[in-house]
């Protein structure tokens, strides 16, 4: 996208921006000719575009930002959107997630009006699958949301209340529901990256084993760089009022991931099961998708073994 001097300036404002997915956004819009404002609570000064700190908890700041960027846009990615930290501290959680999500938005519904909003859920808002059968149908956005984890809680609460801030005050609302995802930058803190640090780990003689937890669990892995295309798409031509679910169905077993690092490393190293990292076998949703392609003409650009090669070359 280009602006001209008839056409309206393209200015979006991300929020969580600091994060491993904000980075990559960043980069999305600014390719596609936006300009990009930026918030988060953790980054410092000339590390994003266009950066001010802000406090999602704090509406008085936001409101403040919000008056001053005066966005035609914003992806609020702000979030606690690691499950264990919410499970610590759940009261901090529903604070963050969902009154901070409250505050973006009426920041946004008093000082920038027509300013389209893209709410970051996750597909774990559709509760865990009734089996470990693959081929199970996949999921649309109309399934009934059956959150178990305060995590999820807290989404299904949050897409409510933009949804409502939609129906009330005719604001462009938007939900992404996307599956896991991952690429290069991600923390790790996450599976994809922490095999892959320790893959790399023994390959240079640095460690002797590999200590993972359970290998049967499947997921869906994404590469974050289609995960923002997408959400660019939906900022462009998403409809109103819509959720979107956001995967390339490539579901796998963790030790088939793991099989895949150690083959695109050149290693076979000794696997080991460390309790402390072990959790019940399970399985990621199917998603069904085609409304995103439908209404945005998204399709993914990457796929697992392009991720975890520019993964293992991003931390080597």
């Not at 946004?108 to 009734?130: D, E, M, T």
């Not at 996307?178 to 460690?207: C, D, I, M, W």
Request: proline letters at 5%.
């Amino acid at each position: 996208m280009t602006t001209t001097n008839e056409a309206k300036e393209q200015r979006v404002l991300i929020t969580g921006a600091a994060g491993f997915v904000g980075r990559h956004l960043i980069k999305e819009f600014e390719a596609y000719g936006y300009t990009v404002f930026t918030t988060d609570v953790v980054a410092e000064p000339g590390a994003l575009p266009n950066y001010k700190k802000a406090d999602l908890c704090n509406r008085d700041e936001l409101c403040a930002l919000v008056r001053e960027v005066k966005p035609t846009a914003c992806v609020h990615l702000g979030a606690i959107s690691f499950v264990p930290d919410g499970d610590k501290n759940p009261a901090f959680l529903l604070s963050v997630n969902v009154a901070g999500t409250v505050n973006v938005a009426e920041a946004i519904r008093q000082h920038a009006s027509g300013c389209r909003l893209l709410f970051v859920s996750s597909s774990q808002v559709y509760g865990p699958v009734a089996s470990m059968d693959a081929a199970d149908a996949p999921i649309s956005e109309d399934a009934p949301l059956l959150p178990l984890s305060m995590y999820a809680i807290s989404k299904v609460a949050a897409e409510r209340a933009v949804l409502a801030y939609g129906n009330s005050y005719g604001m462009e609302v938007m939900i992404a529901r996307p599956a896991n995802h991952t690429g290069p930058g991600q923390s790790p803190r996450f599976a994809t990256v922490a095999f892959a640090k320790q893959v790399l780990a023994y390959k240079s003689g640095s460690q002797d084993k590999l200590c993972t937890g359970n290998l049967e669990s499947i997921r869906d892995f994404t590469d974050v760089r289609d995960v923002v295309k997408a959400y660019r798409l939906i900022i462009e031509q998403g409809k109103a009022g819509n959720a979107y679910n956001i995967t390339t169905d490539t579901r796998i077993k963790i030790g088939e991931l793991l099989a895949m690092l150690q083959e695109l490393c050149g290693t076979n190293a000794p696997v080991e099961t460390d309790p402390a990292l072990y959790r019940p076998t399970d399985a990621s949703q199917r998603l069904d998708y085609s409304k995103l392609r439908e209404h945005t003409g998204w399709t993914p650009s990457y796929n697992l073994k392009q991720t975890l090669q520019d993964i293992i070359h991003g931390i080597s």
